[in-house]
């Protein structure tokens, strides 16, 4: 059951809510119910919140059970990455091979550890799925990144083709969010990735500018382009001061560890252009792959998500 604070009709602002909110249930439902995320936020604008009890929800200690424990193997949905434009791994690491404390460590001092598909491995994740599922009524992932203090950018300007809610768990990230460049992007229209990068020239005004710390939560619509760097040297401090008692700290300095929650709606095929092209194709008709990738290009409304009953994209239709 949800708590009457949480209710849309409580009183409380959107922000106020999610700040209150427990569990991922209560946070998800929050997101899945407010009349003001779905018609300020989903798809329009970024969000700026606080959810302070749902801090703990991962951590870098949690990696280091697994790895003492010879749960982790490299490659497989685990990846330190030591140069985050070109995804380049940490030297002396196998793919397949169980990751070691001393390759973990070692990696983590100058790069980024990824959990790609975390709640598939790591069962308190996996709560944060079902209670996305079940609120949004969409399908939700999980990845994890736990970056080293002294990596001056974690991620190069970039967009994504879902919806992403941050969650930093430990530790501060600077993100910086300017509005996009293509609204509702395919797969194709993707930027800052293989190979692909953003100059700082094509982006727009910045949106959002802040630095998050252990309970603060970002919602990144769909293709918004979005870059994280280390926190100023003022704000590195006081995280590194706070996370002597948190146990996230080595010898070699402090982390910043965050879930990043892809909310899937044009990835699972949920917008207009993919419905478009099952009609086609029950027809005996459709487009190769160059027609269609051309049909959605010049056709913003065929990005949209489908506005399906019962979810978070209810009544959001091409506009």
């Known amino acids: 059951l949800v708590p009457s604070s949480l209710l849309p009709h409580s009183g409380a602002t959107l922000g106020m ?37 749902l801090a703990g929800s991962f951590s870098l200690s949690d990696v280091r059970s697994a790895v003492a424990e010879g749960e982790l193997l490299v490659g ?15 030297p002396g ?15 983590l001092s100058n790069g980024t550890m990824v ?14 799925v079902r209670a996305g599922v079940r609120a949004l009524g969409l399908p939700v992932g999980v990845n994890v990144y736990i970056t080293h ?59 959002v500018d802040t630095t998050l710390s252990p ?4 919602y990144i619509p769909r293709g918004f382009v979005h870059t994280t760097i280390a926190p100023q040297p003022a704000e590195a401090a006081a995280a590194t001061a706070a996370a002597t008692t948190t146990a996230t700290t080595t010898s070699q300095g402090s982390f910043s560890t965050s879930l990043t929650i892809g909310i899937q709606t044009e990835s699972m095929g949920f917008t207009y252009d993919k419905l478009l092209l099952c009609g086609l194709f029950l027809n005996g008709d459709g487009p190769n792959l160059e027609e269609l990738r051309a049909l959605t290009s010049t056709n913003e409304a065929l990005r949209h998500p489908l506005p399906l009953p019962g979810t978070l994209m209810d009544h959001r239709g091409p506009v």
Do not use: Y
Not at 18 to 32: D, K
Not at 180 to 197: I, M, N
């Open 17 to 53: 809510r999610l700040e209150v909110a427990q569990t991922w249930t209560e946070l998800m439902e929050v997101l899945g119910h407010d009349d003001s995320f779905r018609d300020q936020h989903w798809g329009i604008q970024p969000l700026s919140a606080r959810a302070p009890a």
């Open 76 to 90: 497989q949905n685990s990846f330190l990455v030591r140069n985050p434009e070109s995804f380049e791994m940490a």
């Open 93 to 107: 690491l196998r793919s397949g091979s169980l990751l070691t404390a001393e390759a973990l460590e070692a990696g």
């Open 115 to 128: 959990l790609n598909d975390a709640a598939a491995s790591w069962v308190q994740l996996f709560d944060v």
């Open 149 to 207: 203090s002294s990596l001056e950018r974690s991620t190069p300007l970039h967009t994504d083709r879902q919806d992403v809610l941050v969650m930093q768990c430990e530790g501060q990230k600077h993100w910086r969010v300017h509005g996009p460049l293509v609204r509702f992007p395919a797969e194709h229209q993707e930027r800052g990735k293989a190979g692909d990068r953003i100059k700082a020239t094509e982006v727009g005004p910045t949106l």
């Open 215 to 218: 309970g603060d939560l970002l």
